[in-house]
T-cell receptor, first 115, second 114 residues
């Protein structure tokens, strides 16, 4: 099955600086890569996603890049703000079985923005 | 649209007791997932339903865990008997049809087994 590794496990950045979180996946057939943000006491919330036919996607201060050859994808947050502090999860979906797709999650990155 | 509803939010039980969690997905979402999230880890899939049928329960510890989805809408997840290592947040998620359109998660139920 799919295996997703995520680094770093914790990340502290000064407010206004950029943060980068990296993930690698094992199954070359995976074609959908979402990123989730989880705040304390809440469920994960989808913040951005990318499909395998795209190399980069941006949404305001958030961007995701995908390198299918290397099987890795990254989340970039620019101009970080205190409200960006949370745990971030990457995930990958394997379409090998139609109707049976499911997300395999990374282990999470705790991002702390230092005012 | 209303989100994924879960209850209860918190539950504390003694080991060997039983517990049940309830989930109401977003209206019209055919696929429902139960995930277990142990503190400091990513969510791990327990079971996936498509309408009221089980698609994948390969990671569900069937000797103690059971789940059902009545009429293809609400779902319950039960643990009987509970063990200390079952302490975790149990997350329910739903998607319109396929995971490749993204999940919407509920807020989860935090279970503590003492």
């Amino acid at each position: 099955g799919e295996n997703v590794e995520q680094h770093p496990s914790t990340l502290s950045v000064q407010e206004g600086d950029s943060a980068v979180i990296k993930c690698t996946y094992s199954d070359s057939a995976s074609n959908y890569f979402p990123w989730y943000k989880q705040e304390l006491g809440k469920g994960p919330q989808l913040i951005i996603d990318i499909r395998s036919n795209v190399g980069e996607k941006k949404d305001q201060r958030i961007a995701v890049t995908l390198n299918k050859t290397a099987k890795h994808f990254s989340l970039h947050i620019t101009e970080t703000q205190p409200e960006d502090s949370a745990v971030y999860f990457c995930a990958a979906s394997n379409p090998r079985n139609f109707g049976n797709e499911k997300l395999t999650f990374g282990t999470g990155t705790r991002l702390t923005i230092i005012p | 649209e209303a989100g994924v509803a879960q209850s209860p939010r918190y539950k504390i039980i003694e080991k060997r007791q039983s517990v049940a969690f309830w989930c109401n997905p977003i209206s019209g979402h055919a696929t429902l997932y139960w995930y277990q999230q142990i503190l400091g880890q990513g969510p791990k899939l327990l079971i996936q339903f498509q309408n009221n049928g089980v698609v994948d329960d390969s990671q569900l510890p069937k000797d103690r865990f059971s789940a059902e989805r009545l009429k293809g809408v609400d779902s319950t997840l039960k643990i009987q008997p509970a063990k200390l290592e079952d302490s975790a947040v149990y997350l329910c998620a739903s998607s319109l049809e396929r995971a490749n359109y993204g999940y919407t998660f509920g807020s989860g139920t935090r279970l503590t087994v003492v």
